[in-house]
């Protein structure tokens, strides 16, 4: 299975955009790119996915690079409601394939 | 619209004690999993299931049964509790539809074993 890579964890300040990388150099063509958070004491949710084009919804946006070997998760203002652990998962497109989930980014926001 | 929910919330279980733990979804998902998260952890998947009638192994199953006799219910049962299955578990669901696949998560059942 493709395996992704994200730093154990971020920190930034309140108000200022956060821009959290992904790397999945073993990424298939069939495989699309999911951001899941998880706030404290919560099961996670969902964030945003996209599998070539870059995306935007209203919790953030998602940058992949030309050769999807990497990709980047954009939260352009973050707030205090933000800190969470983000992960980075690919998806085959069946989508009968259970999500396997690392250990994620564990992001501070600094008032 | 509930979404996924779990009981019980918390349970304290002694060791070689059986319990089961609850899962329901009423997004007529056909999609259902469990996930086990450990302090600092990630989250390690149990048991999945595509639909009723149909369960298969996750990363971590061993200690742990699981069932599909209905599209809404996914219940985990620990025989035989130990220690090492003190966590956080999380149930999940999801419609597998192409890529979209987005997982719906319960809001977790943290389950100490002593």
């Known amino acids: 299975d493709a395996k992704t890579t994200q730093p154990n964890s971020m920190e930034s300040n309140e108000e200022e955009p956060v821009h959290l990388p992904c790397n999945h150099s073993t990424i298939s063509g069939t495989d699309y790119i999911h951001w899941y958070r998880q706030l404290p004491s919560q099961g996670p949710e969902y964030v945003i996915h996209g599998l070539t084009s870059n995306v935007n919804n209203r919790m953030a946006s998602l940058a992949i690079a030309e050769d999807r070997k990497s990709s980047t998760l954009i939260l352009h203002r973050a707030t205090l409601r933000d800190a969470a652990v983000y992960y980075c998962?690919?998806?085959?497109?069946?989508?009968?394939?259970?999500?396997?989930f690392g250990k994620g980014t564990r992001l501070s926001v600094i008032a | 619209n509930a979404g996924v929910t779990q009981t019980p919330k918390f349970q304290v279980l002694k060791t070689g004690q059986s319990m089961t733990l609850q899962c329901a979804q009423d997004?007529?998902?056909?999609?259902m999993s469990w996930y086990r998260q450990d302090p600092g952890m990630g989250l390690r998947l149990i048991h999945y299931?595509?639909?009723?009638?149909?369960?298969d192994q996750g990363e971590v199953p061993n200690g742990y049964n699981v069932s599909r006799s209905t599209t809404e219910d996914f219940p985990l049962r620990l025989l035989s509790a130990a220690p090492s299955q003190t966590s956080v578990y999380f149930c999940?669901?999801?419609?597998?539809?192409?890529?979209?696949?987005?997982?719906?998560f319960g809001e977790g059942s943290w389950l100490t074993v002593v």
């Open positions: 998962i690919l998806s085959p497109f069946s989508g009968n394939t259970p999500l396997v």
């Open positions: 997004m007529n998902h056909e999609y």
């Open positions: 999940a669901s999801s419609s597998p539809i192409s890529h979209r696949n987005t997982i719906y």
């Open positions: 299931s595509v639909g009723a009638g149909i369960t």
